[in-house]
């Protein structure tokens, strides 16, 4: 093991299958998968990408649905010291291409209904196309399967800062970016994800998340991590009648999630169903308002533990825990990551003070891929500056209050557009809500919200107009209300701020 860092995810993987036994341990679409059965196929299917070509540092691009074999393609990629990148399969073929192209990957392993996708998108590029399934006639792919005839392959030598993970954002503010990310910085950060989960006792989860997604990725990492035998069903992607079903059919206690999931959640019978076995469940990926925190609480009957990150932090900055859970904070800081708030002139502030989070640790991105102005723009003496605005209070709960980006500026005050929308989705016809300013000669900027209302409900804008007049002081309440039959989500299920602008714009 010579050469082998501390923290290479490969090793942190074979010292869980050496520390938990062998069990039954992810089900997916009514078949069990064992622990050890899905170690072996990382062996061979590492042993399969060496006899490909795939030398340490390549960049394998993992294009899949949820399914098992996501697992199996992590650990072979980490065994193989190549670097994993990740990618939604709700791209189109130009974002598609670009990541393809821009990572400069030598492998595809990818699903077969996202074969036609891919087929456009990698037009013309030199890649090897591994499919789990069937590849129909699509020209030079191979099946998933023929990787695993090849012999085990040990741990290919990479340092702990060497790149374990090139994730891209979302582009939803322009051509989205490749972060780099190390093995130090995603062991550190599942490690603390994996305490947050040991606090709540819960060890059968269903995983709904895009494992392809920096917060499913890092969920993945942190069940590495565990030093108990757990259990996990497998959705191939998230629907909510199912969901409820996978939970009460097999007593399952906990998941993460992201709000709009928990949305979804909330428009079904939930009384018709016996939940009474879950008993936390975990929301990051975007603001959770306060009202559907607490509709989801009572009715589900959990405790919701929400946490805060980013792509460009190993994805967890903080996480709350049942023993330290203070609503609407986002946890403390995981025992790895320093937060400090700062003013614009990158001054410390005091407790309670509104300011830019600045995050530290082995957690922070090496940087963007092949953009060092951009980097050095980002990541300053060692500190990410994360472009959220926050606050911490005397006891170092964090709380998020908005993008800096995002700041609405009317009249000379600072309007936060989430104080707006948790207003608006305070009345009980609306589902969903996203604020932005418009240019307003007058007043520099006019706060405008873009909302979706309950099916049937006659709620339209003057009401609403009225009921966030009542809530909201003067410079904050929305003087325009669009109402639409679904408010702009991106791939991962966040408000795309870029798709609302247009429409407010039209």
């Known amino acids: ?77 980490w065994r193989a010291g190549a670097v994993v990148t990740p990618v939604i399969f709700l791209q189109t073929p130009p974002e598609l291409r670009h990541i393809l192209s821009d990572s400069g990957a030598r492998a595809v392993v990818v ?62 503010t322009g051509r989205s970016k490749g972060v780099m990310l190390t093995h130090h910085g995603l062991w550190a950060s599942g490690h603390g994800l994996d305490r947050v989960a040991l606090s709540t006792g819960v060890t059968r989860t269903l995983l709904s998340l895009p494992l392809s997604h920096a917060y499913g990725l890092i969920v993945t990492i942190s069940g590495m991590h565990s030093e108990r035998e757990t259990v996990a069903v497998l959705q191939r992607w998230f629907d909510a009648k199912d969901w409820l079903a996978l939970v009460q059919e097999h007593r399952l206690e906990g998941s993460s999630m992201v709000p709009s999931m928990l949305t979804m959640l909330m428009a079904e019978p939930l009384e018709d169903r016996d939940l009474t076995c879950l008993r936390s469940l975990g929301s990051g990926g975007a603001p959770l ?39 609407p904070s986002v946890g403390r800081p995981l025992p790895h990551v320093v937060v400090e708030i700062r003013d614009d002139a990158g001054t410390a502030l005091s407790p309670g003070q509104d300011g830019e989070i600045c995050v530290s640790g082995p957690g922070v991105m090496a940087g963007y891929w092949r953009s060092p102005e951009q980097s050095a723009a980002t990541v300053v003496d060692g500190w990410l500056l994360t472009g959220d605005i926050g606050h911490l209070d005397e006891d170092g709960y964090l709380y998020v209050v908005d993008r800096k980006k995002d700041l609405i500026i009317r009249g000379g005050f600072n309007v936060y557009p989430r104080d707006v929308e948790d207003a608006l989705l305070a009345h009980p016809d609306v589902t ?20 979706s209302v309950v099916p049937g409900s006659d709620l339209g804008p003057e009401a609403i107009i009225a009921f966030a007049r009542e809530r909201l002081g003067a410079h904050k309440y929305p003087r325009e209300v669009i109402v639409v039959a679904h408010v702009p989500l991106t791939s991962v299920g966040k408000t795309d701020r870029k798709a609302v602008r247009a429409l407010v714009r039209e």
């Open 1 to 77: 093991m010579s050469g082998v860092g501390e923290h290479h995810l490969a090793r942190l993987n074979e010292r869980n299958h050496e520390r938990v036994a062998d069990h039954e341990s992810l089900l997916f679409e009514g078949r069990w998968h064992t622990s050890g059965e899905l170690f072996e196929r990382g062996e061979r299917v590492a042993g399969g990408l060496r006899e490909l070509g795939i030398r340490p540092g390549d960049r394998v691009v993992v294009l899949m649905m949820n399914t098992p074999e996501v697992f199996v393609t992590y650990q072979a990629v």
């Open 289 to 327: 308002p306060p009202a559907l925190r607490a509709q989801a609480e009572e009715r589900l009957g959990v405790v919701i533990l929400e946490g805060y990150g980013l792509t460009e932090s190993s994805a967890v900055v903080s996480a709350s825990t049942l023993e330290a859970t203070r609503p």
């Open 432 to 451: 969903s809500a996203a604020v932005v300013g418009r240019p307003a000669d007058a007043r520099g900027e006019e706060v405008v919200a873009v909302v």
């Open 111 to 172: 699903t077969p209904e996202l074969l036609p996708l891919l087929s456009v998108a990698a037009e013309g590029l030199d890649l090897h196309v591994l499919v789990v399934g069937d590849p129909g006639k699509t020209a030079g792919a191979r099946r998933f399967t023929e990787l695993e005839a090849a012999s085990p392959l040990g741990i290919e030598p990479r340092g702990d800062d060497d790149l374990a993970a090139l994730l891209y954002t979302g582009g939803t």
